[in-house]
């Protein structure tokens, strides 16, 4: 990805009133047998004004709305989408019928769950496909905050699951105040070259004390759940964690 220079604005300015866009699919990416990143190009000339971390839902003929969160930055000139195939409904339409040139409608932004240039040490959780507003959040972070270090924590089943993991790596390699945790926690046979376990025990092991951070966290709401208890006994402070829980 290749990243324009920074636009204080767009990352942190005031996000606009939700309402409907159209746009074209300018990309599709098959990047793991369940999950599909879709790229769409707005036709409007007025830029989709929204904070890192909000989402947008996206509509189809004939179908209720689903929301997708935003997985690129407010720099991007592109609109970034990580769907997982459910087998029903628009991420089942996006599979099988979307391609590329086709047309796309969606309505934003929306979502309180978005990165604030608080200037503290940023702590990102990730469950699956929860990994996609904290992409948007960690990129905008790394470009707005001079300073401040990053954590990323990706848990997912196995090792299929990261495929955004050459990435982070690389983002690593560029951003040496970036440190990112790959987590498996059903690898084949129990046995992998990564990390295994959850991201709260992780944390654990991890992190004495987390006063002092900015927490987002995105994922499946079981994950969330269990993992918000271990942020408090570590010392994170409920006014700075922010959540955004989801069915699995």
Same mark, same amino acid.
């Given at each position: ?21 159209? +746009? =074209? ?6 990047? !793991?047998?369940? &999950? #599909?990143?879709?790229? %769409? *190009? @707005? ?43 459910? +087998? =029903? ?6 599979? !099988?019928?979307? &391609? #590329?040139?086709?047309? %796309? *409608? @969606? ?142």
């Amino acid at each position: 990805m290749t990243t324009p220079p920074s636009n204080k604005t767009a990352a942190t300015g005031k996000t606009a009133t939700p309402r409907l866009y159209t +746009g =074209r699919v300018t990309g599709i990416e098959d990047s !793991s047998p369940d &999950t #599909r990143i879709l790229r %769409v *190009t @707005l036709d409007s000339a007025e830029p989709l004004k929204f904070r890192a971390g909000q989402y947008a839902n996206i509509h189809a003929p004939g179908m209720e709305p689903r929301a997708f969160s935003i997985a690129s930055s407010p720099h991007d000139p592109e609109l970034e989408f990580h769907v997982k195939n459910s +087998g =029903r409904g628009i991420s089942a339409y996006i599979f !099988s019928a979307l &391609t #590329r040139g086709a047309e %796309v *409608t @969606l309505e934003a932004p929306f979502g309180r769950h978005y990165w604030r240039p608080l200037q503290k040490p940023l702590l990102a959780l990730a469950g699956g496909v929860g990994i996609a507003p904290l992409k948007a959040i960690i990129e905008t972070h790394l470009l707005e905050d001079a300073a401040a270090p990053v954590w990323l924590y990706w848990g997912v089943k196995t090792a299929k699951q990261l495929y955004l993991d050459s990435y982070f790596r690389r983002l690593a390699e560029q951003y040496p105040r970036f440190h990112y945790t790959p987590l498996l926690s059903d690898p084949p046979g129990g046995r992998s070259p990564l990390r295994t376990g959850t991201v709260g025990d992780a944390l654990a092991v991890d992190f004495p004390n987390l006063t002092g951070c900015a927490v987002y966290m995105a994922g499946p709401a079981a994950m969330v759940d269990a993992t918000l208890p271990r942020l408090l006994e570590k010392g994170a402070e409920r006014e700075f964690i922010y959540s955004d829980a989801f069915g699995a």
